[in-house]
């Protein structure tokens, strides 16, 4: 497995690949891989010639000082996942190299996707993921971009910059994958304690409960009763819970096709986010 650091050292190797008439599968992290992300890097090995995992922490992304400092890392750790799964090139670029002075960073209209759930908590949160990855996609220039439903609102997001910033990538969704327990894998579930591990599972509960009586009570009463459940337990803190159209993730009031449950809660200082089809 190759390791690159910097963009021409990464661009010059893709330019001969390119030459050979290879496709480009890309999927970008922050690293403290897990087999959420894992599962990404097989979907891209399937569907394109070379795969190229991304490492970075953007900055831009984080709205709070302090939750990108607890931010985990495991470089060491992450290089080994990635070579026992047989990826082919892992880029881990500086902050510098990301956002070189004088980089000009276009703004783009999201069309009212980043201003609901994540957009409306953590605000700057989608500009900052639209930069670093228009940044990634202008200088990797991927066939296919792989992004996991995980984050299902970031997927819309990304999806609604390539349509109007015209990139000529194709973004593949990747389905959720979760913990025996139910618990979204997230690189954050790590700084949880034993005991914030038995809790969390409240969140893929209630989900689950949402799913099983959407269409049997109204919409007001299932987001009631949830928010209720986590007011009932002081160690998590409800942040928001949706349900929206998956479409355009305008929250909904009737019973709609396309519906989808968001979450996001505080437990133990550590922000978790899921989400599930109803
Ligand atoms: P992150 O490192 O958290 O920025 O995530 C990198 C990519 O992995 C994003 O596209 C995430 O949506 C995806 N991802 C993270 N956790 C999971 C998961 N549990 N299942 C599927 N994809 C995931």
Not at 20 to 27: E, Y
Not at 60 to 89: G, H, S, W
Not at 111 to 122: P, Q
Not at 171 to 199: D, F, P, Q, T
């Given at each position: 497995m190759l390791v690159y650091r910097t963009f021409s050292e990464?661009?010059?190797?893709?330019?001969?690949?390119?030459?050979?008439?290879?496709?480009?599968?890309?999927?970008?992290?922050?690293?403290?891989?897990?087999?959420?992300?894992?599962?990404?890097?097989?979907?891209?090995?399937?569907?394109?010639?070379?795969t190229v995992v991304s490492i970075f922490v953007n900055p831009k992304q984080f709205n709070m000082a302090e939750d990108l400092e607890k931010y985990p890392r495991m470089e060491t750790e992450d290089i080994q996942k990635l070579k026992e799964n047989y990826c082919d090139v892992v880029f881990i670029p500086s902050v510098e190299d990301v956002y070189p002075d004088g980089l000009k960073l276009p703004k783009v209209d999201l069309n009212g996707i980043d201003l609901v759930m994540e957009g409306k908590h953590r605000p700057g949160h989608f500009e900052g993921v639209v930069q670093v990855v228009g940044r990634f996609f202008d200088q990797i220039k991927p066939n296919k971009a792989f992004f996991g439903e995980k984050d299902f609102q970031q997927v819309s997001v990304i999806e609604q910059m390539v349509r109007t910033q015209k990139y000529a990538v194709e973004i593949v969704r990747c389905a959720i994958k979760r913990e025996v327990s139910g618990l979204a894998m997230s690189s954050r579930n790590i700084r949880l304690s034993a005991e914030g591990w038995h809790k969390s599972v409240l969140i893929s509960e209630q989900l689950i409960w949402a799913k099983e009586n959407?269409?049997?009570?109204?919409?007001?009463?299932?987001?009631?009763?949830?928010?209720?459940?986590?007011?009932?337990?002081?160690?998590?803190?409800?942040?928001?819970?949706e349900i929206a159209n998956e479409e355009n993730l305008q929250a909904i009031q009737s019973t709609d096709v396309y519906a989808r449950a968001f979450i996001a809660a505080e437990l133990e200082g550590i922000r978790l986010i899921d989400n599930m089809a109803l």
């Amino acid at each position: 497995m190759l390791v690159y650091r910097t963009f021409s050292e990464l661009r010059k190797y893709l330019d001969q690949m390119v030459l050979l008439g290879k496709t480009i599968g890309f999927v970008p992290t922050m690293g403290v891989l897990h087999e959420g992300h894992i599962s990404l890097v097989e979907k891209s090995k399937l569907l394109c010639d070379i795969t190229v995992v991304s490492i970075f922490v953007n900055p831009k992304q984080f709205n709070m000082a302090e939750d990108l400092e607890k931010y985990p890392r495991m470089e060491t750790e992450d290089i080994q996942k990635l070579k026992e799964n047989y990826c082919d090139v892992v880029f881990i670029p500086s902050v510098e190299d990301v956002y070189p002075d004088g980089l000009k960073l276009p703004k783009v209209d999201l069309n009212g996707i980043d201003l609901v759930m994540e957009g409306k908590h953590r605000p700057g949160h989608f500009e900052g993921v639209v930069q670093v990855v228009g940044r990634f996609f202008d200088q990797i220039k991927p066939n296919k971009a792989f992004f996991g439903e995980k984050d299902f609102q970031q997927v819309s997001v990304i999806e609604q910059m390539v349509r109007t910033q015209k990139y000529a990538v194709e973004i593949v969704r990747c389905a959720i994958k979760r913990e025996v327990s139910g618990l979204a894998m997230s690189s954050r579930n790590i700084r949880l304690s034993a005991e914030g591990w038995h809790k969390s599972v409240l969140i893929s509960e209630q989900l689950i409960w949402a799913k099983e009586n959407f269409g049997k009570m109204r919409i007001d009463q299932i987001k009631t009763a949830i928010e209720k459940t986590f007011n009932d337990d002081p160690s998590m803190v409800l942040e928001y819970f949706e349900i929206a159209n998956e479409e355009n993730l305008q929250a909904i009031q009737s019973t709609d096709v396309y519906a989808r449950a968001f979450i996001a809660a505080e437990l133990e200082g550590i922000r978790l986010i899921d989400n599930m089809a109803l």
